[in-house]
């Protein structure tokens, strides 16, 4: 059973730095895709970025060049640095994770943290 445990979430105010981390649990194989989601209060989960276990990384419009994510595939762990924070980063943070065993595709998530940018 794989577990994904954020952590790093709180309150930052408006253009604050913030890094949040996910360790995974429970996996046999370095998971091939990580990432983080966020979902805003009255919104879906959008994507926020993703890392494959190669460092290919990926992120939303709204966040290139003042997010950054980072893996240490040995920890199975991935990073977000939060920089330039706006009001409408605002939401809970989800950690991401799939992995193909075979044929089969599992993802997970965590439970979530809360960021909060305050103006």
């Known amino acids: 059973q794989v577990q994904l445990v954020e952590s790093g979430g709180g309150l930052v105010q408006l253009g604050g730095p913030l890094r949040l981390s996910c360790a995974a649990s429970?996996?046999?194989?370095?998971?091939?895709?990580m990432g983080w989601y966020c979902q805003a209060p009255g919104k879906q989960r959008e994507l926020v970025a993703t890392?494959?276990?190669?460092?290919?990384?990926n992120y939303a419009d709204s966040v290139t060049g003042r997010f950054t994510i980072t893996r240490n595939n040995a920890k199975n762990t991935v990073y977000l640095q939060l920089n330039s924070l706006k009001p409408e980063d605002t939401g809970v943070y989800y950690c991401?994770?799939?992995?193909?065993?075979?044929?089969?595709?599992?993802?997970?998530w965590g439970q979530g943290t809360q960021v909060t940018v305050s103006s």
């Open positions: 991401y994770g799939k992995e193909w065993i075979g044929l089969r595709e599992y993802a997970y």
């Open positions: 429970g996996s046999r194989f370095t998971i091939t895709i």
């Open positions: 890392i494959t276990s190669g460092g290919s990384a």
